[in-house]
């Protein structure tokens, strides 16, 4: 299996991430060669071995339903390019 | 909007959003609350701040298992959290935490069954998490606030091809499902205030064709009505097109409330390709039987069980059963009233009459009132023993609505008791008799309706106490006796 460079440029697109044409050919090779690792792990019998969904055996770490502390606006806002009446200032997107 | 020409059969797929009823959000502590100064109740995991670890709320999962196991769904014993990838200014950290998979969600392959027994199947129930709010500035430009980012949401989709077929049972099912979700305390319903959400998705086809046809799915849906409405009206304009020749699209459209009409909404369309994997900061739930059924004991009994049974062991109308369950605290207080040996249907009575228009009047719930149980019970039993008239009863409860008293004292204080025997009455009715001989001499001239004026006189005379069958009888007793 390997990756085209029309599958490079679609998950570019999906992470909104504006790579030229000599980068995407130098991911596209990197890929591969990520990929052609778990081609290597695809030869291992695991027949015997329960499917994981996670690389921790634990479970259920769960949290009471207690409201605790939260940031100050002014902290909230701190790190935000642009901020205006308490909110965020974000691109104008189409909708209704 | 005409009705079609054609004959088509409509499929209508109902997806519904509850935002659970925590105190504190999903994966952080933050405060869950309607309103308020934006941004005030964030942190760093509802932020999506780098280096934070989202915990999720065990309050919000068993919700969402409490819900599944009501709508008899099937409990995933292993679920697991997933990233649903997209790119939109209210999604702090670049995904939503969701459950993907068919058999993944906490709970799916379930139904709920409407009034008239009809099963709707339901695919799923899964938990993930709300977006922030996006708002337009004054001054043009948009902001984001993210006091709702991360508030636990259930989602609850019906299964696929769908079993609702018209407009009516879509409204019937959000009703009964509205209803489930308050009763289990684990949303509060209010779809005016966004915490419930209903997106319905609509498609016909010809009557007598398999293929199910091109749907709508439809937004800004906030009322019972706009949803019956809104899917009427899609069913139309999707008939009309389809007769006029057109063809349908695949889209998205918008309820405009004023003019009851709905419009292709101006999206722009993420991909529809979330790339979705297992949440790596989000460890597996793992629930045995134990767990699951130590949820499924201790559940209430769910209204449609309770109306069967008021209807079966009371004698109650469907309608009078439903009045009762309007919400679980009014059923309760019915079923003490009830365990206390008092008449079922009188207690109902006086519980959808009497209370229910005291209460309304003094915005209280039947547990802050004056009223227990027990004042019903006694009410209840001094009607039906003709103690009292149902006249005097109504002054009775308004004295307990307003004071506590026991009806049993306030009739003894205020000698209330029906008087039932001959001599007052008759009494009574010589003496209005006397002072309305022009009356009497119309009754006997053949205008027999006026007797009704002068029981009425009667009754007055005895303070609404007579016994009013008695009083009846013998005054048209005395105006047949010359
Ligand atoms: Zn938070």
Redesign the pocket.
């Known amino acids: 299996m390997s990756i085209s460079l029309e599958e490079v440029r679609h998950v570019a697109r999906l992470a909104r991430l504006d790579l030229g044409e000599a980068e995407m050919m130098s991911l596209q090779s990197e890929l591969n060669a990520l990929i052609g690792h778990f081609e290597d792990i695809q030869h291992l019998d695991v027949s015997a071995i329960d499917p994981a969904s996670h690389a921790v055996t634990m479970h259920n770490v769960w949290s009471e339903d207690l409201p605790g502390e939260?940031l100050t606006r002014a902290e909230a806002l701190q790190n935000a390019p642009v901020s205006k009446a308490g909110l965020f200032v974000v691109p104008t997107i189409l909708e209704g | 909007m005409q009705a079609p020409m054609a004959n088509y059969v409509a499929s209508i797929g109902m997806e519904v959003h509850a935002e659970l009823a925590t105190r504190s959000?999903m994966?952080?502590?933050?405060p869950v609350a309607f309103g308020g100064e934006p941004n005030t109740?964030?942190?760093?995991?509802?932020?999506g701040l780098p280096g934070s670890l989202p915990v999720p709320n065990r309050e919000a999962i068993e919700m969402v298992i409490r819900t599944a196991l009501a709508l008899n769904c099937k409990i995933a014993m292993h679920s697991v959290f997933h990233r649903k990838n997209y790119f939109y200014p209210d999604l702090p950290k670049g995904y939503q935490v969701s459950q993907y998979g068919e058999t993944n969600p906490l709970g799916y392959h379930g139904w709920l069954e409407l009034a008239n027994g009809k099963r709707i199947g339901i695919r799923r129930v899964h938990l993930e998490e709300d977006t922030g709010k996006l708002m337009h500035l004054p001054n043009g430009g948009a902001g984001v606030d993210y006091n709702r980012?991360?508030v636990p949401l259930m989602e609850i989709v019906t299964d696929f091809p769908p079993d609702i077929t018209n407009e009516e049972e879509a409204k019937d099912y959000l009703v009964e499902l509205r209803q489930i979700l308050v009763w289990l305390g684990v949303c509060d319903g209010k779809m005016e205030e966004g915490s419930l959400r209903c997106e319905p998705n609509i498609s016909i086809r010809p009557e007598g064709t398999e293929m199910l046809g091109t749907k709508s799915e439809l937004k800004n849906l906030n009322s019972f009505r706009s949803v019956q409405l809104g899917v009427q009206f899609e069913i139309r304009r999707q008939a009309a097109t389809l007769d006029s020749g057109g063809t349908l699209l695949q889209e998205t459209r918008g309820w405009n409330e004023s003019n009851e009409s709905s419009y292709a909404m101006r999206i722009k369309e993420t991909e529809n390709d979330y790339r979705y994997f297992p949440d790596p900061d989000l460890i597996p739930m793992v629930f045995d039987d134990p767990y699951i059924e130590g949820l499924r004991s201790a559940m209430p009994e769910l209204p449609l069980a309770k109306s069967q049974r008021y209807q079966r062991d009371f004698g109650l109308s469907t309608k009078d059963a439903e009045r009762l369950l309007q919400d679980r605290e009014t059923a309760e207080f019915f079923e003490e009233a009830v365990a206390m040996k008092g008449d079922p249907k009188g207690i109902c009575n006086l519980m959808i009459s009497e209370f229910a228009k005291q209460l309304n009047e003094a915005g209280l719930s039947p547990r802050q009132s004056n009223i227990s149980p027990a004042h019903l019970v006694q009410l209840a039993n001094l009607l039906a023993s003709d103690t009292i008239n149902s006249k005097v009863g109504k002054e009775v409860f308004a004295e307990a609505f307003k004071s506590g008293a026991m009806p049993d004292a306030i009739v003894d204080e205020r000698g209330l008791r029906q008087i039932d025997d001959h001599g007052p009455i008759v009494e009574s009715v010589k003496a209005v008799l006397a002072t309305n001989a022009e009356v009497v001499e119309r009754y006997r001239g053949g205008q027999t309706g006026v007797a009704g004026f002068l029981v009425g006189q009667v009754m007055k005379m005895g303070q609404g106490r007579f016994n009013p069958q008695l009083v009846q009888q013998l005054v048209r007793e005395e105006l047949e006796r010359t």
Not at chain 2, 27 to 30: A, D, N
Not at chain 2, 41 to 47: A, H, N, S, Y
């Open positions: 939260c | 959000k994966f952080c502590r933050c109740r964030v942190c760093p995991v509802c932020l980012a991360g």
